[in-house]
């Protein structure tokens, strides 16, 4: 065997953190990692967040972000340990030796500069290319990354490009030096499933291309599958499993990453369609003021009270915006909406308040849909105060027992936002819909700023709750995989319209129309060589090329 | 929890002059308008800081200056903010032609130098504590309406403001319970701040001879009175000036700490 191009022995990395209220105190947040990476090898980390595994990462260019400390351990790169080297060694390093590819290329290009400029800044810096010969790199890594014009797409501003062609210029910028090692940092988490297949298909082959060795660190176990040849799973900055691909996906050792794997399977029987739909849609078309173009066009949908109705699409398809419309924040501009049979005002303040009751909402980001200056009691226990008038030991009564539900202990009602986890805090907010006592609710992609063993919980919860309490969910996701485990019925959106909707055995069985199977074969999948079996049979490109 | 040094020494400063000001009966030596010695004595056993220009106490009209200028600038500051945040958090709550009609009418306000606005008023009105209190209010609540506003514009996007909305709550409740307490370490920064540009403008006032009417003392006053010393060497024109300096310092110092503790509070805004 080759000697590693990167050895990590017993990497400890530290930090200082600040609670509010306390003294600052140095925590541990990587307790003695090893591992090893052969020349032109992949290695995936990966872990939920917080596991480290992003930390370990930039450790591998001897870098900590602000706070965090490397305090022990070796790293190697090319036989040299950089931990020990002087500043100078390192930077010869980065940018050289070892790039880095971040989760958003957007925030990292700096806008006011042309991307050939930036993609051949550290090659010419470094010098391991003139100006001319990095360049026509550049170019050659543009085609070979499929980015569309290769030899002009470099004049063209970070603005002028869609997000997954930024993802790829940015994985040109790392490679353009010639690097040994490639940090990938969740490079494709941000984008659409149907744009993260190509971006994800063209760091495969670029991988395998160049020769370049590559740390992939993502949360995502499907994704990590089809690039690496070895994964790590990482959690609580331990290592808890490592092995071939092969062996991880298909025979787990460890019981955390047998549940990573298992994620997302859970069953959910289709319920049929009753007499009274809840909520009726009917013909509506919006627009946002001041525009002259229609986010949605014509959109019709139904849902049965206690049902499911899951809307899907890629960011910008109009499915926020649907939720916008039913609850009043946005007034249509045509149609109408039926609730409970009773037609909806176009506008909030006009809703009588049992509509506002009875049609709930929870949204993405927990953290910003409660008040960080109350406390988990104020926030569950206001609807209670405001629809139904509960005060004093009754309001409290009924606190605990939403608290209860949401499977959240006592000890909860004096807590503020900021000391609750993320999982923590969707189930306050699902708490927060529930005290109303709705009928129908409305979530807006609840899960998908959540760990994937986090969010099926909250999934789960979902489920249950729906049983106990008969409420009917409005589900606006991008994510198939939450789509199959929860809903009744479904409706596909793409550029403002409805392109395919019915009950969930109908929408995903085929004969699919061409946005519907570009959308449910993007969505990765747990198996070896998924992605080239999807790449050798797609009907229709991806909108965010 | 540990108070910071400059903290204390602030909080210190600041409650001495508040305690001087609340009890200056019981602690000035002779009355206030008392004509108890010699023109410009220097300080002796007698008179600790010696006499002003008519040969009334200096330490005592200190002392009794002290407790006007400090009451004036707390009354306007509070004055300020109660109508500034008000309005600004309305403006941003409201948004659309009520926020533009609120703004640009204070635009309009601030776009005319406030000394000069003061001046033109008080000449017109009689120049009463209360008219003094009013005008200074209601100038500065234009900056604090500037700055409640942007601060609040921010914070009424974010989803627990539309939750709030989605559930029905009427806009005191959004501006008193969802906005508010976000709002507030910033605005309590500024209220340090305003409070001592309310005590120079009281002082600038007096100084300008359109202020707190003699024979009652301020500070801007007192130098005012005692400035033809200074030709003489007398130096009882400086103390109300170490006075105005000592105390602005040690409220921002207290500022300073509010602001940090409140900033880190439960992980909340800043």
Same mark, same amino acid.
């Given at each position: 065997?080759?000697?590693?191009?990167?050895?990590?022995?017993?990497?400890?990395?530290?930090?200082?953190?600040?609670?509010?209220?306390?003294?600052?105190?140095?925590?541990?947040?990587?307790?003695?990692?090893?591992?090893?990476?052969?020349?032109?090898?992949?290695?995936?980390?990966?872990?939920?967040?917080?596991?480290?595994?992003?930390?370990?990462?930039?450790?591998?260019?001897?870098?900590?972000?602000?706070?965090?400390?490397?305090?022990?351990?070796?790293?190697?790169?090319?036989?040299?340990?950089?931990?020990?080297?002087?500043?100078?060694?390192? *930077?010869?390093?980065?940018?050289?030796?070892?790039?880095?590819?971040?989760?958003?290329?957007?925030?990292?290009?700096?806008?006011?500069?042309?991307?050939?400029?930036?993609?051949?800044?550290?090659?010419?810096?470094?010098?391991?290319?003139? *100006?001319?010969?990095?360049?026509?790199?550049?170019?050659?890594?543009?085609?070979?990354?499929?980015?569309?014009?290769?030899?002009?797409?470099?004049?063209?501003?970070?603005?002028?490009?869609?997000?997954?062609?930024?993802?790829?210029?940015?994985?040109?910028? &790392?490679?353009?030096?010639?690097?040994?090692?490639?940090?990938?940092?969740?490079?494709?988490?941000?984008?659409?499933?149907?744009?993260?297949?190509?971006?994800?298909?063209?760091?495969?082959?670029?991988?395998?291309?160049?020769?370049?060795?590559?740390?992939?660190?993502?949360?995502?176990?499907?994704?990590?599958?089809?690039?690496?040849?070895?994964?790590?799973?990482?959690?609580?900055?331990?290592?808890?499993?490592?092995?071939?691909?092969?062996?991880?996906?298909?025979?787990?050792?460890?019981?955390?990453?047998?549940?990573?794997?298992?994620? *997302?399977?859970?069953?959910?029987?289709?319920?049929?369609?009753?007499?009274?739909?809840?909520?009726?849609?009917?013909?509506?078309?919006?627009?946002?003021?001041?525009?002259?173009?229609?986010?949605?066009?014509?959109?019709?949908?139904?849902?049965?009270?206690?049902?499911?109705?899951?809307?899907?699409?890629?960011?910008?398809?109009?499915?926020?915006?649907?939720?916008?419309?039913?609850?009043?924040?946005?007034?249509?501009?045509?149609?109408?909406?039926?609730?409970?049979?009773?037609?909806?005002?176009?506008?909030?303040?006009?809703?009588?308040?049992?509509?506002?009751?009875?049609?709930?909402?929870?949204?993405?980001?927990?953290?910003?849909?409660?008040?960080?200056?109350?406390?988990?009691?104020?926030?569950?226990?206001?609807?209670?105060?405001?629809?139904?008038?509960?005060?004093?030991?009754?309001?409290?009564? *009924?606190?605990?027992?939403?608290?209860?539900?949401?499977?959240?202990?006592?000890?909860?009602?004096?807590?503020?936002?900021?000391?609750?986890?993320?999982?923590?805090?969707?189930?306050?907010?699902?708490?927060?819909?529930?005290?109303?006592?709705?009928?129908?609710?409305?979530?807006?992609?609840?899960?998908?700023?959540?760990?994937?063993?986090?969010?099926?919980?909250?999934?789960?919860?979902?489920?249950?709750?729906?049983?106990?309490?008969?409420?009917?969910?409005?589900?606006?996701?991008?994510?198939?995989?939450?789509?199959?485990?929860?809903?009744?019925?479904?409706?596909?959106?793409?550029?403002?319209?409805?392109?395919?909707?019915?009950?969930?055995?109908?929408?995903?069985?085929?004969?699919?129309?061409?946005?519907?199977?570009?959308?449910?074969?993007?969505?990765?999948?747990?198996?070896?060589?998924?992605?080239?079996?999807?790449?050798?049979?797609?009907?229709?490109?991806? &909108?965010?090329? | 929890?540990?108070?910071?040094?400059?903290?204390?020494?602030?909080?210190?400063?600041?409650?001495?002059?508040?305690?001087?000001?609340?009890?200056?009966?019981?602690?000035?030596?002779?009355?206030?308008?008392?004509?108890?010695?010699?023109?410009?004595?220097?300080?002796?056993?007698?008179?600790?800081?010696?006499?002003?220009?008519?040969?009334?106490?200096?330490?005592?009209?200190?002392?009794?200056?002290?407790?006007?200028?400090?009451?004036?600038?707390?009354?306007?500051?509070?004055?300020?903010?109660?109508?500034?945040?008000?309005?600004?958090?309305?403006?941003?709550?409201?948004?659309?032609?009520?926020?533009?009609?609120?703004?640009?009418?204070?635009?309009?306000?601030?776009?005319?130098?406030?000394?000069?606005?003061?001046?033109?008023?008080?000449?017109?009105?009689?120049?009463?504590?209360? @008219?003094?209190?009013?005008?200074?209010?209601?100038?500065?609540?234009?900056?604090?309406?500037?700055?409640?506003?942007?601060?609040?514009?921010?914070?009424?996007?974010?989803?627990?403001?539309?939750?709030?909305?989605?559930?029905?709550?009427?806009?005191?409740?959004?501006?008193?319970?969802?906005?508010?307490?976000?709002?507030?370490?910033?605005?309590?920064?500024?209220?340090?701040?305003?409070?001592?540009?309310?005590?120079?403008?009281?002082?600038?006032?007096?100084?300008?001879?359109?202020?707190?009417?003699?024979?009652?003392?301020?500070?801007?006053? @007192?130098?005012?009175?005692?400035?033809?010393?200074?030709?003489?060497?007398?130096?009882?024109?400086?103390?109300?000036?170490?006075?105005?300096?000592?105390?602005?310092?040690?409220?921002?110092?207290?500022?300073?700490?509010?602001?940090?503790?409140?900033?880190?509070?439960?992980?909340?805004?800043?």
């Amino acid at each position: 065997m080759t000697d590693p191009l990167l050895k990590v022995r017993g990497l400890k990395i530290g930090a200082t953190i600040y609670p509010p209220g306390e003294k600052a105190r140095d925590i541990e947040i990587v307790h003695g990692v090893d591992f090893d990476l052969a020349p032109g090898k992949v290695l995936g980390l990966i872990g939920e967040s917080g596991a480290g595994k992003s930390t370990i990462g930039l450790a591998s260019m001897a870098y900590g972000r602000g706070g965090v400390e490397i305090t022990g351990g070796s790293v190697e790169v090319n036989g040299r340990d950089i931990l020990q080297s002087g500043i100078r060694d390192v *930077r010869r390093l980065r940018g050289a030796e070892v790039t880095y590819v971040s989760q958003s290329a957007a925030a990292s290009f700096n806008p006011a500069k042309k991307i050939m400029e930036q993609v051949t800044e550290a090659a010419i810096l470094q010098g391991k290319f003139g *100006r001319k010969d990095a360049e026509a790199r550049a170019v050659e890594l543009f085609a070979k990354l499929g980015l569309p014009d290769p030899e002009n797409i470099g004049q063209r501003y970070p603005h002028q490009v869609s997000g997954g062609q930024l993802q790829r210029c940015m994985t040109a910028l &790392a490679l353009c030096p010639e690097p040994d090692l490639v940090v990938f940092d969740e490079p494709t988490t941000a984008l659409d499933v149907t744009t993260q297949i190509d971006v994800l298909a063209a760091i495969k082959d670029a991988i395998r291309d160049t020769g370049v060795a590559a740390l992939y660190i993502t949360h995502d176990l499907a994704v990590v599958a089809q690039v690496s040849d070895h994964i790590m799973v990482l959690r609580m900055g331990e290592m808890v499993e490592y092995g071939t691909v092969d062996q991880i996906i298909n025979s787990p050792q460890e019981e955390y990453t047998q549940a990573l794997v298992s994620v *997302r399977s859970i069953d959910h029987e289709e319920k049929q369609p009753t007499t009274n739909p809840v909520l009726k849609v009917e013909g509506i078309t919006a627009r946002y003021k001041g525009t002259s173009f229609d986010v949605l066009k014509n959109i019709n949908v139904e849902l049965y009270p206690g049902q499911t109705l899951a809307v899907v699409g890629e960011s910008g398809s109009g499915k926020s915006t649907l939720a916008r419309v039913i609850t009043g924040l946005l007034p249509p501009s045509a149609g109408k909406i039926t609730f409970d049979g009773r037609e909806l005002t176009p506008d909030l303040p006009t809703r009588p308040l049992e509509d506002l009751r009875e049609l709930q909402m929870i949204y993405q980001m927990a953290d910003t849909a409660m008040n960080p200056r109350q406390t988990v009691g104020t926030i569950i226990g206001r609807p209670l105060e405001f629809y139904f008038g509960l005060k004093g030991a009754e309001k409290q009564k *009924r606190i605990q027992e939403l608290l209860d539900e949401i499977e959240l202990g006592t000890g909860f009602q004096d807590r503020y936002p900021a000391e609750l986890s993320g999982g923590q805090k969707q189930r306050v907010c699902i708490a927060r819909a529930l005290a109303a006592k709705p009928k129908l609710i409305i979530c807006d992609e609840v899960t998908s700023a959540l760990d994937p063993l986090v969010a099926d919980g909250i999934l789960k919860l979902l489920l249950n709750l729906q049983k106990i309490e008969d409420v009917a969910y409005l589900f606006i996701t991008h994510d198939l995989a939450t789509v199959r485990a929860i809903s009744d019925s479904i409706a596909v959106m793409y550029q403002g319209e409805v392109v395919r909707y019915g009950p969930k055995s109908q929408v995903m069985s085929p004969p699919f129309d061409d946005y519907t199977d570009l959308l449910l074969s993007s969505v990765p999948e747990m198996k070896l060589g998924w992605l080239e079996e999807v790449l050798a049979s797609r009907k229709m490109e991806s &909108a965010g090329n | 929890m540990r108070i910071p040094v400059a903290a204390l020494i602030g909080l210190f400063f600041t409650s001495l002059f508040f305690l001087m000001a609340i009890f200056a009966p019981l602690i000035a030596p002779y009355g206030m308008a008392e004509v108890v010695g010699d023109v410009w004595e220097p300080p002796s056993d007698q008179f600790m800081l010696g006499t002003d220009n008519i040969g009334r106490d200096l330490l005592s009209r200190m002392i009794y200056g002290g407790q006007t200028t400090i009451f004036i600038a707390t009354a306007a500051t509070a004055l300020s903010f109660i109508t500034g945040s008000v309005l600004g958090f309305f403006a941003a709550v409201s948004g659309g032609w009520i926020d533009q009609a609120i703004s640009r009418f204070v635009d309009l306000i601030m776009s005319i130098p406030s000394l000069i606005f003061a001046l033109v008023v008080l000449s017109v009105m009689p120049t009463t504590v209360t @008219i003094l209190v009013v005008l200074m209010g209601l100038l500065d609540s234009t900056r604090v309406f500037r700055l409640a506003r942007a601060v609040a514009v921010d914070i009424t996007v974010m989803d627990y403001v539309e939750a709030a909305r989605l559930r029905g709550e009427k806009t005191a409740w959004i501006i008193f319970r969802e906005i508010l307490p976000n709002a507030l370490s910033p605005l309590v920064a500024e209220m340090g701040l305003r409070f001592i540009f309310a005590v120079l403008f009281v002082s600038t006032l007096s100084f300008l001879g359109l202020g707190v009417q003699p024979p009652q003392a301020d500070w801007g006053g @007192i130098v005012k009175e005692n400035k033809e010393g200074i030709n003489y060497g007398i130096a009882a024109a400086l103390y109300p000036a170490y006075a105005i300096a000592v105390l602005c310092i040690s409220i921002n110092l207290v500022a300073d700490w509010v602001l940090n503790r409140t900033t880190s509070l439960k992980g909340g805004r800043g």
